[in-house]
């Protein structure tokens, strides 16, 4: 099922992050997990967030969350700054951005049932008048992600991971959330079962108006959800541009390598040269202000080990960080 890619709204953004940076103080020095990243997502959106391993995408989704503290940088939501907010603040703020974690397993109490795992929020937050009230809901929303009610009293170790994963969308739905992060939430599944949770995310998305940021390393997953992609490359923003001209027009080599790198199912393709990039990964710890990607770029040159570049508007709507795009 393709995705409309309708031009994003031009109203105001639900969630915003502005020069958001994460470091982390290590034996060697400081590990610039995200830096200086600003991105926008508006409501009923999906924005993608893809790269390699290691690039800081999950660490970006949680300090938006702000299960991890940034280190500075400013996160809005609708337009109100939530950085400095206290514990109180943001377990009212939580109500309403959620997340779907990678993994399925390790995300929930092995100890507690389906329908106590989606209740559990419910409760925790007094959603609703008594505690049966809340596993009424939670018997709903199972049938809102297709999980049998049959399954309501078993435990996750019993369930394969397409069913775990749908007990983490439940629980992420529980609260009614405007803003969902979804971490990586079909890299574990296998395709048939990545397709009904893509399938189902996207019904619930059109259903709810639910705005995502949709993490990922599988450009054709993203492709399948997004109407927007941020390109990640060692914490930075390397290209940011509309779903349709990330693809048909790449304008980062990085990008353009990862592009190249998407398999095709058509056996005339067989005997055509896979374009891998070379070169040592950049320390991430203490970076000088160069390019990170210079040192594997087919394109480089002097300035790019002397100049950060900036990220500019390479087309309209389309930025990209890079001196030779």
């Known amino acids: 099922m393709n995705r409309d890619e309708s031009l994003i709204s031009a109203d105001k953004p639900l969630v915003e992050t502005v020069d958001l940076k994460k470091y982390f103080k290590v034996r060697d020095g400081v590990l610039h997990a995200v830096d200086s990243v600003s991105l926008e997502v508006y409501e009923g959106k999906t924005l993608g967030i893809v790269g390699e ?17 940034p280190t500075s940088g400013d996160i809005r939501f609708r337009g109100q700054s939530i950085v400095n907010y206290s514990k109180k603040e943001m377990q009212e703020m939580r109500k309403k ?15 507690m049932s389906v329908i106590e795992i989606i209740a559990e929020f419910m409760i925790v937050n007094h959603t609703y008048d008594s505690k049966r009230a809340c596993l009424n809901q939670a018997a709903q ?5 297709g999980l049998a009610r049959r399954c309501a009293n078993v435990y996750p ?20 959330p405007e803003f969902i992060v979804c971490d990586e939430p079909v890299s574990a599944l296998d395709v048939s079962i990545q397709a009904q949770i893509l399938n189902l995310l996207m019904d619930l998305q059109e259903e709810k108006g639910l705005a995502y940021i ?23 923003c390397v290209e940011k541009a509309k ?24 056996i005339t393709m067989r005997s055509k040269e896979i374009h891998t990039i070379k070169g040592e990964v950049t320390n991430p710890i203490n970076p000088k202000p160069i390019c990170r990607f210079a040192n594997r770029c087919n394109l480089s040159k002097e300035i790019c080990n002397q100049v950060e570049p900036p990220l500019k508007e390479a087309g309209p709507g389309h930025f990209v960080s890079c001196h030779f795009a």
């Open 53 to 69: 391993s290691g690039c800081g995408k999950s660490t970006l989704g949680r300090s938006i969350l702000r299960l991890v503290e």
């Open 243 to 266: 779903t349709r001209d990330l693809f048909s027009n790449p304008k980062h080599p990085y990008t353009k390598a990862l592009l190249a790198s998407i398999p095709m199912p058509d």
């Open 214 to 236: 949709f993490i990922t390393h599988d450009l054709s997953v993203v492709k399948h959800i997004s109407q927007e992609i941020v390109v990640m490359y060692l914490g930075k």
């Open 97 to 111: 951005m959620q997340i779907i974690f990678q993994d399925p397993y390790s995300s929930i109490n092995p100890r």
């Open 157 to 176: 170790h019993e369930l394969d991971g397409g069913r775990r994963q749908r007990i983490g969308v439940a629980r992420a739905l529980s609260l009614q």
């Open 141 to 145: 929303l199972m049938d809102v992600v």
